[in-house]
């Protein structure tokens, strides 16, 4: 007799609550965020919201050390004008912020996945990224609703986007980066791609890239919306 797996409606239900949760601030100007109150950590609904600058060209840009990277990075760090979203809050007031939610960190992974990424006989580099397991929307002026990364972005490997908090704290004066959201399996992000790996970044397994509706927008006032997500249990 075939039973219905419950958790299959997580995903679900967590869309509808998600949605629910931003209607009612939406009266807010930016959903109550701006340069001078750049986060908002709402325990109740178990979200974190950051005042970022949308910036696709910077993303997308030639003559970049690492294009189609990183998704979101403090304005102060040195992976800013590379970045998808620029953010007014640092990496490392994030990290707190996300602890604040209950979030755990995985801090597995170590400055050799990225020293290492041409080495094929180093491990370093197929690390996947671990921690609690986060949902991210993003929203800007003009967008009737919180927009999910894949209407975003496109992803030509089709793994797609399973985003965890992987902490990397200890790494920020090694790194200082800045970044906060990496869309691979990064020791110097505070959120990583647990889909990808550092080594599919260096042979090239996906290249992200802004799908063709929103690439030649202009730089704009942009709101990032965190939550933390169950991991699902596998099919039986």
């Known amino acids: 007799m075939f039973v219905q797996n419950p958790f299959r409606r997580l995903p679900v239900w967590i869309a509808i609550c998600f949605w629910?949760?931003?209607a009612s601030v939406r009266s807010q100007p930016y959903f109550g965020v701006d340069k001078k109150h750049p986060m908002r950590v709402d325990t109740t609904a178990g979200e974190v919201r950051l005042f970022a600058e949308f910036q696709p060209r910077a993303f997308s840009g030639r003559m970049k050390w690492t294009p189609r990277y990183h998704?979101?990075?403090?304005?102060?760090g040195r992976a800013a004008s590379e970045a998808l979203f620029k953010a007014f809050v640092s990496d490392r007031d994030f990290h707190a912020a996300l602890e604040q939610l209950g979030a755990k960190p995985g801090n597995n992974l170590t400055t050799a996945a990225w020293d290492e990424r041409n080495d094929?006989?180093?491990?370093?580099?197929?690390t996947r990224i671990e921690?609690?397991?986060?949902e991210i929307r993003v929203w800007w002026e003009g967008l009737a609703e919180p927009?999910?990364?894949d209407s975003l972005l496109m992803d030509p490997g089709g793994r797609g986007f399973d985003f965890r908090f992987g902490g990397n704290l200890a790494l920020i004066p090694e790194w200082k980066s800045g970044c906060i959201v990496c869309l691979y399996s990064c020791p110097g992000s505070k959120v990583g791609n647990h889909a990808y790996t550092v080594r599919d970044y260096a042979t090239g397994v996906t290249r992200f890239a802004v799908r063709p509706e929103f690439q030649k927008l202009k730089k704009r006032k942009a709101v990032i919306f965190f939550r933390l997500r169950p991991k699902l249990p596998p099919d039986e």
Do not use: C, E, H, L
């Open 120 to 126: 094929p006989d180093s491990p370093a580099p197929d």
């Open 71 to 76: 998704f979101v990075v403090w304005k102060k």
């Open 20 to 22: 629910a949760s931003a």
């Open 131 to 134: 921690g609690t397991p986060v």
């Open 147 to 149: 927009m999910a990364i």
